[in-house]
T-cell receptor, first 113, second 114 residues
Framework: GAGVSQTPSNKVTEKGKYVELRCDPI?????LYWYRQSLGQGPEFLIY????????DSGLPNDRFFAVRPEGSVSTLKIQRTERGDSAVYLC???????????FGQGTRLTVV | GENVEQHPSTLSVQEGDSAVIKCTYS??????FPWYKQELGKGPQLIID?????GEKKDQRIAVTLNKTAKHFSLHITETQPEDSAVYFC?????????????FGKGTKLSVKP
């Protein structure tokens, strides 16, 4: 596709459940980022991939959060044992390489009830 | 690590007036400063960016200035239009450093009154 695609656009889950959020970056972009945005706040960094490897996962809040990018393209953010505090918009972005223009997807709105 | 402060949090202007949003950063090694516009229900969209080797950049009604000594940068929108209404975020990055991710400000909600 022409832009970064995130699915689903909305996800409602019960507390304690497991969720997966998917990101399809722009074709050819080697860098991929996950951010979390709470209401009225700026995006907060979670994890950054360069190719298949996680170059920086220092933003992941705890070990319930994990992300993969096995083939250097599509990435999945996985959240185990969801908590109500995990409710937010999860944004994915990609760039041709680190330090160049980052393009964001429309986000996945996660609501934990 | 880097910390980005953004002011004001809300800004209301009349159509045709100018709008200025200011950001400061803490890490003197940061060298890339993009500005994003976010409309309701959408992801942030890059509107302009500046690198530390220049002091000003313009693109039609939008301009960004950078003062490396003071560690602050500003977004200027002239001849504002109602469609400029959105939340604007500044960000900073140390390209080539150990941290590859953007650090964002908390955003400015701009309202342009027709």
């Amino acid at each position: 596709g022409a832009g970064v695609s995130q699915t689903p656009s909305n996800k409602v889950t019960e507390k304690g459940k497991y969720v997966e959020l998917r990101c399809d970056p722009i074709s050819g972009h080697t860098a991929l980022y996950w951010y979390r945005q709470s209401l009225g706040q700026g995006p907060e960094f979670l994890i950054y991939f360069q190719g298949t490897g996680a170059a920086d996962d220092s933003g992941l809040p705890n070990d319930r959060f994990f992300a993969v990018r096995p083939e250097g393209s599509v990435s999945t953010l996985k959240i185990q044992r969801t908590e109500r505090g995990d409710s937010a918009v999860y944004l994915c972005a990609s760039s041709f390489e680190e330090g160049t223009e980052a393009f964001f997807g429309q986000g996945t709105r996660l609501t934990v009830v | 690590g880097e910390n980005v402060e953004q002011h004001p949090s809300t800004l209301s202007v009349q159509e045709g007036d100018s709008a200025v949003i200011k950001c400061t950063y803490s890490d003197s090694a940061s060298n890339y400063f993009p500005w994003y516009k976010q409309e309701l229900g959408k992801g942030p969209q890059l509107i302009i960016d500046i690198r530390s080797n220049v002091g000003e950049k313009k693109d039609q009604r939008i301009a960004v200035t950078l003062n490396k000594t003071a560690k602050h940068f500003s977004l200027h929108i002239t001849e504002t239009q109602p469609e400029d209404s959105a939340v604007y975020f500044c960000a900073a990055l140390n390209y080539g450093g150990s941290q590859g991710n953007l650090i964002f400000g908390k955003g400015t909600k701009l309202s342009v009154k027709p």
